[in-house]
């Protein structure tokens, strides 16, 4: 009988099922304070902030989020089933600290409607979205490229949050 051990990291299944499941929850738990239609107050409180003009309109953001986690889903699994090694674990502590301030930067801008600290928070999320990209692309270069959108979205939502700080506070 052929033995089927593994050295590399989690099966498929595994590593689908943990790199899915974390990518949602993170979505989930950042829809929680989000201005969508569930969430009226946020909604207006949202819509009477003065924003700059290069602001995506709202239908824009499920859509780039979407696409920017589905990314790091993928990325995650590449990870998750690469062969263990200490780049693998700083990359996978990066891909999660993502997922945290994913999940936790429409608490603090939304929930706690403090645009100064979710400009901080923005900017966190963007070193780390650096990190991830350099240290993934050490173990996996897909992974590492698959985490650029992330970059360039929070690169860019960095400047935005700044902007709606300046014009509000």
């Not at 995650?76 to 090694?85: D, I, P, V």
């Amino acid at each position: 009988m052929a033995s089927h051990a593994r050295t590399g990291g989690l099966s498929p299944l595994q590593a689908a099922a943990l790199a899915v499941g974390a990518v949602t929850a993170a979505l989930l738990i950042g829809r929680r304070a989000s201005p969508t239609p569930d969430h009226p107050r946020t909604r207006r409180w949202y819509r009477h902030l003065a924003k700059p003009d290069y602001t995506p309109p709202s239908p824009v953001y499920p859509v780039a989020w979407t696409g920017i986690q589905a990314s790091l889903a993928y990325g995650g699994y590449r990870l998750l089933r690469a062969e263990g090694s200490p780049e693998r674990t700083t990359a996978l502590a990066f891909w999660a600290a993502n997922q945290v301030g994913i999940a936790g930067w429409s608490e603090v801008f939304f929930g706690q409607r403090s645009t100064g600290w979710a400009t901080v928070a923005s900017a966190a999320l963007g070193a780390s979205a650096v990190g991830y990209v350099a240290t993934a692309s050490q173990v996996d270069k897909t992974a590492g490229q698959l985490g650029i959108p992330l970059v360039a979205w929070v690169s860019f939502a960095t400047l935005l949050a700044e902007e709606i700080w300046r014009k509000n506070d």
